[in-house]
């Protein structure tokens, strides 16, 4: 039977970081289930690098988040990948979501967010011109970045230590052993196993049914997961933005917000649905519903540029409430060498490589 030291699961942004820094001072092997790496929701989002001002004091996405941000911007300068610190502005568009806007900012500096400005009329003016706002935040630490470019990098970083990445394999059962674990793998049909010593579940969707495939493993510590689906739609034609434009959160996400990519198209989403499996469906008839969203700080859009583009589906661990990361090692399931990772959702891509220190630190406890 053949042996690896380390095996990671999933090989979306997160796992990617993971074994990637893994691979520093491990043997690791990187299985994937899809044709190739980050094909969920590591591709399916807005491609946001985020300040981490929206999470609870000292949980996990606001810890993760604002040091992972630093993480991330110091990579792509070293790595020479395509980013941008664009920054964005929160607004409130009428006098009532002042206070909303004003517990941002205090949250953000809770976080270690201290760089947030509020904008005077005429700073408004240019930071976010032909927006409807009463007041308007200025968080110059949000930026872009190219999200491929970054994952070609951690794979380039995890083969460059002798790490591999194997995909169109699937972790089909596993038996925890005396030391380590037993794994039972179907790859393009063909059915195999191996042994390893420690085992990351970063598999996202599929991680909470990895878990359940691990024999010995307390279901109880499992949680329930719920697929909440997003729409995005682009805007195609001239536009005012230069900067990122967000409106005050709503329920489940942080509302219909107006994002730009690297060559400066304009994009809208994601909105949220809760669905009941991983189904990337497009519904156009949601268009309806962002027109009045987007108007509410941009009544200029003209509807007849908004065309539907993609969907993506988070997975989330509530459908009600802010939810944090879960990651659990030994001291939460009372299995050595094993780390799980549920709900890793935004701000996911941000706290990547964050994520990943947070791992290898739970393998050492």
């Given at each position: ?6 095996l990671v ?13 893994l691979s520093?001072k491990h ?10 790496f ?36 110091e ?14 502005v ?10 909303s ?7 953000a ?6 760089d947030l ?44 230590h ?16 005396n030391?380590?674990?037993i794994?039972?793998?179907n ?9 390893c ?17 691990i024999?010995?493993?307390n ?10 689906r ?19 959160p ?20 994601p909105?949220?649905e ?14 309806y ?9 941009w009544?200029n859009?003209?509807?007849?540029k908004?065309?539907?583009d ?6 989330k ?12 090692s ?5 299995v050595?060498?094993?780390?799980n ?24 406890d």
């Amino acid at each position: 039977m053949d042996y690896i030291d380390t095996l990671v699961v999933g090989a979306g942004c997160i796992g990617l970081a993971i074994a990637a820094r893994l691979s520093e001072k491990h043997e690791v092997l990187l299985v994937e289930t899809e044709k190739q790496f980050a094909m969920h929701t590591s591709s399916r989002n807005s491609e946001v690098i985020h300040a981490g001002i929206y999470y609870p004091t000292d949980s996990l996405k606001a810890t993760l988040c604002v040091l992972g941000k630093a993480l991330l911007y110091e990579y792509c300068r070293r790595r020479k990948i395509p980013y941008a610190q664009l920054g964005k502005v929160l607004v409130a568009v009428n006098a009532s979501e002042t206070s909303s806007l004003n517990a941002l900012v205090a949250q953000a500096t809770l976080n270690g967010v201290e760089d947030l400005a509020f904008l005077s009329r005429q700073q408004l003016s240019h930071y976010a011109p032909d927006i409807k706002t009463h007041q308007g935040v200025l968080s110059p630490s949000t930026g872009i970045i190219d999200s491929h470019q970054f994952m070609l990098s951690l794979l380039a970083q995890l083969e460059q230590h002798q790490g591999s990445l194997v995909c169109q394999t699937q972790v089909t059962h596993i038996d925890v052993t005396n030391d380590g674990f037993i794994v039972t793998l179907n790859s393009q049909s063909e059915t195999m196993q191996l042994r390893c010593r420690q085992l990351i579940n970063a598999a996202g969707h599929g991680a909470q049914p990895l878990a359940h495939s691990i024999m010995g493993l307390n279901a109880a510590t499992i949680p329930e997961q719920f697929f909440c689906r997003g729409v995005y739609f682009r805007y195609h034609g001239q536009h005012p933005f230069k900067h990122l434009i967000y409106p005050m959160p709503e329920a489940h996400g942080l509302g219909v917000h107006a994002t730009l990519d690297l060559n400066g198209q304009l994009k809208f989403g994601p909105d949220t649905e809760f669905i009941d499996s991983l189904d990337y469906h497009l519904d156009e008839t949601r268009q309806y519903a962002f027109v009045e969203a987007i108007r509410r700080y941009w009544p200029n859009l003209d509807a007849s540029k908004l065309l539907p583009d993609y969907t993506g589906v988070r997975p989330k661990l509530s459908q009600s409430g802010f939810q944090d990361f879960v990651i659990q090692s030994r001291k939460d399931h009372a299995v050595p060498g094993l780390v799980n990772l549920y709900g890793i959702e935004s701000p996911g891509l941000t706290a990547s490589l964050a994520i990943a220190e947070y791992v290898e630190r739970a393998l050492e406890d």
